[in-house]
């Protein structure tokens, strides 16, 4: 059994919210907003001015990609969302061959590049 407890002799104001305070806190949350979105803006332009003083972007000029002898652009080249890239065969990975033989580049199998490599950054 429960009763309710006697608050008939406590002073309580009405809960009220003026339609000024509401607008006056909506124009401040735009207001600081504003100043973020502007002060994001102008860092982000002054980072850019530090790093390409010219303005100039010449990746914009480039035209379409060029093959490269040797290389296997189907692997570089853009592909839709969550899409298998496609991996090199296991024989190519396991075999020596010539990449370009004027230039005497050849290519290893995989584990002993890998190899060689932790070779040369543990000097």
Not at 1 to 8: G, L, V, W
Not at 11 to 38: K, N, R, Y
């Amino acid at each position: 059994m429960s009763t309710e407890p006697d608050n008939s002799g406590l002073l309580q104001e009405e809960d009220h919210v003026s339609h000024l305070g509401v607008i006056l806190g909506m124009l401040l949350v735009f207001a600081v907003t504003a100043a973020m979105i502007v002060w994001a803006w102008a860092t982000t332009d002054q980072g850019l001015a530090e790093r390409r003083p010219s303005r100039d972007f010449p990746e914009e000029r480039l035209g379409p990609r060029e093959d490269v002898q040797g290389v296997r652009q189907a692997i570089l080249r853009q592909r839709g969302v969550g899409e298998v890239r496609d991996p090199y065969s296991p024989r190519e990975l396991d075999t020596y061959r010539w990449l370009d033989p004027e230039r005497r580049i050849v290519t290893l199998p995989i584990e002993q590049a890998m190899d060689r490599v932790a070779e040369e950054s543990a000097r």
